[in-house]
């Protein structure tokens, strides 16, 4: 039987290829909002320089996913709902965002499928359980 990456341990984050493919994933995603008509919704919803969000996401993703955790000693006592919590998040936007996020996964196309996929579904559903309607 051969031996897979969660055999053998490895984080999701070294799964995923690190924070050079979270990079890539967070700048496809922002590419995505600012430039699909599709996701006009959620990108209102932004402030109008996505700059800190650039720089940001991907380091939350590093460390929930079990890589450096630089942003939560960056941010302490914050999570993604309570970061969230300000905003009228419907299942639309909500939807919006899982659908830029899946498709940013996707377009990054980490090596690893099955972390891959799973990213994309857990991401999903966590943006989902944040809508407020």
Known sequence: MATTAADAGLSPYDRIGGLDVLRRITERFYDLMEQDPAYAALRAMHAPDLAPMRASLPLFLAGWSGGP???????????????????AITRDTAQQWADAM???????????????????????RMALGMAKD
Do not use: T, Y
């Not at 955790?69 to 905003?87: I, L, Q, T, V, Y």
């Not at 996707?106 to 994309?120: F, G, Q, T, V, Y």
């Open 69 to 87: 955790r630089d942003w939560w000693e960056a941010n302490p006592g914050k999570c993604m709902m309570s970061m969230h919590a300000p905003f």
């Open 102 to 124: 899946g498709r940013a996964i996707a377009d990054a196309a980490p090596a690893d499928r099955e972390i891959a996929e799973a990213l994309s579904d857990v991401l999903q």
